[in-house]
């Protein structure tokens, strides 16, 4: 993601495109977004490890994948980066990250890195009202329902290939031997 995020800052500033989501000739509203941006890594790192080991592995490699106790520590690690995001929100007292007119990097990077984990029902925003709160107002933004709508889409596949198409592969290979 980090890369990402400084290619997004690059292609803005070299082609001028002053917006709202990175306003790079304000400063200070640049200095703002790069100081919410802190737990993007841990947060990225986290969810990943949940999402690998609560989704992925069993879907497939089978089984459980992880103990339950393993599963919920890194549900654990989640919600406590998430805590981290609650707290921000209560402090700016705002509908995004950094203000409430307009979405920035932060929240599509944040949103960007939360989805699967809550879409696939690995992680619960129940516990945090105002991060809840601010995944379905950013989830409303329609650059962001269009990604969603294309990784849904995508997503069934790979639960298709992991369900279906695989345990027949696995079984054709199995008899072979």
Same mark, same amino acid.
């Given at each position: 993601?980090? @890369?990402?995020? /400084? ?12 917006? +709202? ?5 304000? $400063? ?7 100081? /919410? ?20 592995? +069993? !879907? ?19 919600? *406590?980066?998430?805590?981290? %995001? ?18 920035? %990097?932060? @929240? ?10 809550? *879409? /696939?029902?690995?992680? $619960? #925003? *129940? @516990?945090? +009202?105002? #991060? ?10 329609? $650059? ?22 695989? +345990?027949?592969?696995?079984?054709? !290979?199995? /008899?072979?031997?």
């Amino acid at each position: 993601m980090g @890369d990402s995020l /400084k290619i997004c800052k690059y292609l803005v500033e070299v082609n001028e495109l002053e917006n +709202p989501v990175y306003p790079y000739k304000d $400063s200070k509203a640049c200095e703002e977004i790069e100081a /919410k941006l802190k737990y993007v890594d841990d947060m990225e790192a986290k969810t990943r490890f949940l999402l690998r080991d609560g989704y992925f592995n +069993p !879907l497939f490699f089978g089984g459980v994948g992880i103990s339950q106790e393993e599963f919920l520590q890194k549900q654990k690690d989640v919600q *406590d980066v998430y805590q981290n %995001l609650e707290d921000m929100l209560a402090e700016s007292e705002t509908k995004f990250f950094c203000g409430d007119d307009n979405a920035t %990097l932060v @929240d599509f990077y944040y949103f960007n890195i939360m989805y699967h984990a809550v *879409d /696939k029902d690995l992680i $619960s #925003l *129940d @516990d945090f +009202p105002l #991060l809840h709160k601010w995944f379905q107002e950013v989830s409303q933004i329609e $650059s962001i329902r269009a990604i969603r709508a294309r990784t849904t889409r995508l997503m069934r596949l790979v639960h298709i290939y992991g369900n279906y198409i695989k +345990p027949v592969i696995d079984c054709v !290979l199995c /008899k072979r031997r």
